[in-house]
């Protein structure tokens, strides 16, 4: 059972996927609230860390190795969860077509 009315507004960062470069340098995207998180089941929410965030913590760079998922509960939670996570991912799928032994392609390079 889902205690998703205990979370905060969208807007107001009820769930937030974070992304950070330190464990204390994160951009917050805020990605569903108790206004538009339903019951009904799991959703796949992809988020683009290049683009603007709707918050940061600290001075996050473009070193991506923190993800996260933060849950703003503003009422008391006595039965039933406000966040579930199956899964986070990163990235979807790579196409290599080149590189050799003297140049190999690398993940940063794609």
């Excluded at 340098?25 to 538009?36: C, E, L």
């Excluded at 959703?43 to 996050?60: E, F, H, K, M």
Aim: proline content about 4%.
């Amino acid at each position: 059972m889902w205690a998703s009315q205990a979370l905060s507004t969208e807007s107001t960062g009820g769930l937030q996927i974070i992304i950070g470069s330190a464990t204390n340098a994160y951009k917050h995207f805020y990605i569903k609230g108790s206004d538009t998180f339903f019951y009904g089941g799991w959703q796949c929410i992809p988020v683009d860390p290049s683009l603007a965030s709707s918050t940061q913590s600290g001075s996050p760079t473009t070193a991506r190795q923190y993800f996260g998922v933060l849950a703003n509960v503003v009422g008391s939670v006595s039965k039933g969860q406000s966040l579930g996570i199956d899964a986070i991912r990163y990235g979807s799928s790579i196409t290599v077509s080149n590189g050799d032994i003297a140049n190999p392609a690398t993940l940063e390079g794609i």
